[in-house]
């Protein structure tokens, strides 16, 4: 069965600290990609990454990370010195060749980074 | 330069109406979906088009019927409308060319159902 699972409902941080939103997933496709997207609290979409299946490599934009482990089924995603603006709602989604690919979304962590 | 469009951004009507939602995307991308976000911001697939082409159809009512006039557009028609119907509709377009399947979200659509 295709699952996503964000465990964390809300995460709370103050400023400059560094916060990990964890993405768990399940699959049986061998081909899939995963994905993040943000949503601010004007409500829009906005995409951040993409990583297939066969592309274990972790990366690194800026302030943002992933890390990609097929051995435990997980994207993690990690934003270090965070910012106020980078309050917003996080969504994982799984994306399965064998559905079209239509996104499985994970149930979102609410991030608030105070002041 | 806008990339998928939604009109309207918002939509308030009574229950009983007939609405429509419409979605135009200028990314050249061949798939097109229709998404539902609901109050506690689940997002869940309704329906997907490539080419033209219904390839998706989630368990949605039949009071939701999606029509797709050319590629580049895919609107949702609501008949009937119910109070649960109030959500946050989103369209979004994927794929030029294999390899590159991210899908981008229109900026969605408020329907709030009195």
């Known amino acids: 069965a295709q699952k996503v699972t964000q465990a964390q409902t809300e995460i709370s941080v103050v400023e400059k600290e560094d916060v990990t939103l964890d993405c768990v997933y399940e699959?049986?496709?061998?081909?899939?990609?995963l994905f993040w997207y943000k949503q601010p609290p004007s409500g829009e979409l906005v995409f951040l990454i993409r990583r297939n299946s066969f592309d274990e490599q972790n990366e690194i934009s800026g302030r943002y990370s992933w890390n990609f482990q097929k051995s435990t089924s997980s994207f993690n995603f990690t934003i270090t010195a965070s910012q106020v603006v980078d309050s917003a709602v996080y969504f994982c989604a799984l994306g399965e060749m064998d559905s079209s690919y239509k996104l499985i979304f994970g149930s979102g962590t609410r991030l608030l980074v105070r002041p | 330069d806008t990339a998928v469009s939604q009109t309207p951004k918002y939509l308030v009507t009574q229950m009983g109406n007939d609405k429509s939602i419409k979605c135009e995307q200028n990314l050249g991308h061949d798939t097109m979906y229709w998404y539902k976000q609901d109050s506690k911001k689940f997002l869940k697939i309704m329906f997907s088009y490539n080419n033209k082409e219904l390839i998706i159809n989630e368990t949605v009512p039949n009071r939701f019927s999606p029509k797709s006039p050319d590629k580049a557009h895919l609107n949702l028609h609501i008949n009937s409308l119910e109070l649960g119907d109030s959500a946050v509709y989103f369209c979004?377009?994927?794929?030029?060319?294999?390899?590159?399947?991210?899908?981008?979200f229109g900026p969605g659509t408020r329907l709030l159902v009195l």
């Open positions: 699959t049986r496709d061998t081909t899939y990609y």
């Open positions: 979004a377009s994927c794929c030029a060319a294999s390899g590159q399947e991210t899908q981008y």
